[in-house]
């Protein structure tokens, strides 16, 4: 019985917190990136663990993934230094660094946050955001169309890259072939005929 093969599911990189009080929004998003067919894989203390520095941990899960998404939840209280009335919550820097990590390898970064949660400059940059309490059933509800549409764009993203990569190492393989073979032809034409290797079972005695 013939089949068509099924594409793999996207890996994602999640990047998370890893305490107990934001489980409940980081399993959240896991299970929806489940439900959209990605699977969330490499967080550093979550999925992974390694002996090696954790910049460099970090970093081999992010280039070994198709994607980042970001679950970003409240941190830090931050204050306006000149406005003492104004402040917010920020994310952990590690989703900052994971984040920027995953942009420089052009890979896309899907952020959900958490209501009440300021994402900082930088991500508004790279992408845009979905909102989403997973408190709130009729919240999830009204977006859950959005999410869906958010995870097939970044589908075919990652889709186009493996078809790009995979396109580029054919052209390597294939320029590495000619290459070779063309170095012979060079090599030979270089050498003259009496340096060619000669073809076996041709005799090299000359008959009268």
């Known amino acids: 019985m013939n089949e ?3 594409p793999l599911s996207p890996t994602a990189f999640l990047s998370c917190s890893l305490r107990n009080e934001d489980g409940g929004f980081v399993n959240f998003i896991a299970r929806v990136a489940h439900a959209c067919g990605f699977v969330p894989c490499g967080t550093v203390g979550k999925y992974a663990a390694s002996p090696i520095p954790l910049w460099q941990h970090m970093l ?3 280039k070994t993934t198709d994607c980042l998404i970001v679950a970003a939840t409240p941190r830090y209280i931050q204050q306006d230094v000149a406005d003492k009335q104004k402040t917010k919550t920020g994310i952990p820097e590690m989703l900052h660094v994971e984040s920027a ?3 420089a390898q052009g890979k896309p970064v899907l ?3 958490q209501p009440g949660t300021d994402v900082g400059p930088f991500l508004p940059l790279v992408t845009e955001y979905i909102t989403v309490d997973e408190r709130n059933r009729p919240d999830v509800e009204k977006k859950w169309p959005l999410i869906v549409n958010y ?3 970044a589908r075919r993203i990652v889709e186009e ?5 995979n396109t580029r190492q054919l ?5 590495g072939g000619l290459a070779f073979f063309g170095a012979i032809a060079i090599i030979d034409y270089v050498l003259g005929e009496d340096q060619k290797p000669k ?3 041709a005799s090299s005695r000359r008959f009268r």
């Open 151 to 153: 995870f097939e764009s």
């Open 161 to 165: 890259r493996r078809k790009n990569e």
């Open 60 to 62: 081999d899960g992010i």
């Open 4 to 6: 068509a093969i099924q």
């Open 111 to 113: 952020v959900f946050v």
């Open 199 to 201: 073809r076996r079972g």
């Open 171 to 175: 052209v390597n393989l294939t320029v």
């Open 101 to 103: 990590m995953a942009f």
